[in-house]
Structure formats: C-alpha cells, structure tokens
C-alpha cells in the first residue's frame, strides 16, 4: 500500500481516517521526526519507511535499514514506537525492522555481480600488517550481524583465506557451470587457495593470468544475492588492485595499517591510489594497536600508537578503529576460528565487531550520497 496518501480534491481525507481516526499522516509526521543517527536525516525522507497501515487504534509499518548491520537498530526502533506511541489515539505499536543495501541500479546493472550489493576491498600498501586478518574478521562480523556475505581472496600469489577459515577442499560447479562457493561461519569464500592441488605450490604467473583469473573468480563464481562482497587483496597497488577498479564498482576500500612510522607511508599511497580510481575510501584501520599483558594488565604500545588515526585524519578520511596485538587473534587465524566468530571465546571480538559496525554506517553513508548525487544529476 502507498505510505500516504494526499487529502482529494473534495475535501475528504485519506483512506486510514476511518479507521479510529488515524491517518497515515498522522504517523508520517510523527516518524518524520525520528533520526537515522548516522545519516542524520530523518527515516521519511531517507524512505525509510514502508508498509504503514492502521487498523484502529493499531499502527504497523516496516523501517528499511541501510544496512542489515546497523548498530544503531535498537535505537530507530525505539525512537519510532515512542514518536508515534505519542499520537493521539494510538494504542499499540507494531514495528518490523527489515533492511535493503542496494545501491544505485543503474551501476549494479554493468557490474560482472548482479547479485552483490556492495563490494569492499580490504587493501594495505604493505605486507605484514594484518591486512588479510582484518578482512577475514570484517567478514565474519557483518555475517554474524545478520548480513549476507561473500569474502573473495584476491591475493594470487599469497592466499590465505583457506587457512584463516579451516576450508581446504575444492568447490563444486553448478548444473550451468558455475562454481559454487565454499561456505565457513556464514559467509561465502572463494579462493585460489581452493583449486590447488597442493596448498606449497607457488603460483609463477605474470600480470594478465592474475587479471584473469581475477575475473573468472568474479563472473564464473555463483556468489548469489549478497549484502556485502569482502575482496581481500594483495600488498601494494599493483595489477589485482587496477583489475578490482576496473572491472567492477567497488562501494569502498578499508585501508590497513600499523602505527609506527614505516608503515605509514604505504597506508598512505593505498589511499592515493583509491583516491586516482574514484573508490570511496571508507576507512582506515590500525592493526597491533597495542598489547595488553595477561598478568599485569598493563598497556604496551610495542610499534608506537595513533598512528593510523594520525593519517586518517591528515588524509582527511574516517578512523574505524584499533586492534591490539593478542594472541588469540593469531591462534584464531591459525587454527581456522576467527576471533570474531561466536565459536571464539577470544576478548578481541569486539573490537572486530565494532569495526564492522563502522564499516557498514560508512557504507550506508556511501550509498546515500551517491543516491543523492543521481538524483541532483538527472
């Protein structure tokens, strides 16, 4: 049914005054006066709201999240039964809280992935600073959140997501041969990883057999409708990076760092070259933040600290958080239980899920402006 409906010509009001006297007016104007705290507009412009009936002195209506992830869900909820529990004449309150992370049609029509709604490279612009960690745990948390996720391992030469999940086994193809992703913790895989025959093989391949096998992963793959595709990539800003950019819209990049200086520079130019491809930078996360010791609890800042929210803030994009050094991170990504998972019962979950949360509000935020963009354009 349409949210509203405007007063007719003659006088007469909408449809829903003739039940109790409510109208979805009423309602709209209430909800209008409730808050997407992150995109700080409110849920009737945003069009946030769907499905809005009344049956007497009974009002239901469904707020469409931009995100399944949405951290601050509880919140809408309750500022939407308190905004319209205050019109006069209400009784009770129904909500269903759904959400919808599709981004602009007309992009996601030339995309190789009709299914994925949004797509995040996990980039660093060096080796060794937790990069592939970082996009594994991301990918967890989103799944643990309730969104549909695929996690694509982009590293050719150096593949780790089979290792990091517990996966060591070669995928099916589908009846129009496809092949059907691997699936650990909720979330859909693919790798190179998987097709080896032996995981010591080195892969001795020149540019365009990476591009290559790059595109095959993203059109030959049946990843299905997915909320969030996670692209773990390669160290640096070579050739997998100009494939990514290229070949299909990514949302946003997460940039990974650690804090001291060496580090820096790279995270640096990761974000540059984000920036030369119109890739929304989404964040910039510092990993061995620091480390907590188990016996006295004291705090260590081993490779310095703030590092990584010294350059988001120099570069002038979002810090999504810290992540210390703890060795539960490392037995998690060892023994293929991510500490992000519920299975962990590693205290370095939350600052994986924190991050994910951050994650998908700057995703919303994304999307919304480029929504924005479309409609000022056309």
Same mark, same amino acid.
């Given at each position: ?24 007016s ?96 996990c980039?660093s ?25 695929? $996690? ?42 998987? $097709? ?25 793959v ?98 999504l ?24 019962d ?22 919304l ?7 000022e354009?056309?």
């Amino acid at each position: 049914m349409p949210i509203f409906q405007r007063k007719k010509s003659d006088g007469t009001h909408d449809a829903a005054s003739d039940s109790g006297g409510l109208t979805e007016s009423q309602i709209l104007r209430a909800l209008s006066t409730v808050e997407d705290p992150d995109l700080k507009r409110d849920l009737v412009t945003l069009g946030m709201i769907k499905n809005l009936s009344i049956d007497g002195s009974t009002v239901k209506f469904a707020v469409v999240l931009t995100t399944p992830a949405c951290p601050m869900k509880d919140k809408i909820r309750t500022d939407c039964e308190n905004a319209v529990g205050a019109v006069e004449g209400v009784e009770s309150v129904e909500i269903e809280m759904t959400a919808n992370t599709a981004r602009d049609q007309k992009m996601a029509g030339q995309s190789l992935l009709p299914g994925v709604r949004n797509t995040i490279a996990c980039a660093s612009g060096k080796g060794g600073v937790g990069k592939s960690t970082v996009a594994v745990n991301l990918a967890v948390a989103l799944a643990e959140s309730g969104a549909n996720v695929g $996690l694509l391992d982009a590293d050719i030469y150096g593949p780790s997501i089979p290792l990091m999940l517990g996966v060591n086994h070669q995928p099916e193809m589908s009846a129009d041969r496809k092949i059907v992703p691997l699936e650990a913790y909720g979330v859909k895989l693919m790798s190179i990883g998987f $097709l080896l025959p032996d995981q010591d093989q080195a892969m001795v391949w020149r540019g365009p057999m990476v591009h290559s096998a790059l595109v095959n992963f993203l059109k030959d793959v049946a990843w299905g409708e997915l909320d969030y595709l996670i692209v773990d990539m390669p160290p640096g800003t070579g050739d997998a990076h100009l494939t990514m950019t290229q070949t299909i819209p990514l949302t946003g990049a997460v940039v990974v760092t650690t804090p001291q200086d060496v580090a820096l520079p790279d995270a640096r130019k990761g974000v540059t070259m984000f920036r030369k491809t119109n890739t929304p930078i989404l964040g910039i996360v510092e990993n061995m933040s620091y480390f907590i010791a188990p016996d006295t609890g004291k705090r260590y800042d081993i490779f310095r600290t703030g590092g990584g929210r010294a350059a988001a803030e120099k570069l002038g994009v979002p810090f999504l958080g810290e992540i210390p050094i703890d060795m539960s991170i490392c037995e998690g990504g060892d023994s293929g239980v991510p500490v992000a998972s519920k299975q962990s019962d590693s205290a370095q979950r939350e600052p994986f899920m924190k991050i994910a949360r951050e994650v998908a509000k700057r995703v919303s935020m994304a999307n919304l402006s480029q929504e924005l963009t479309v409609v000022e354009v056309t």
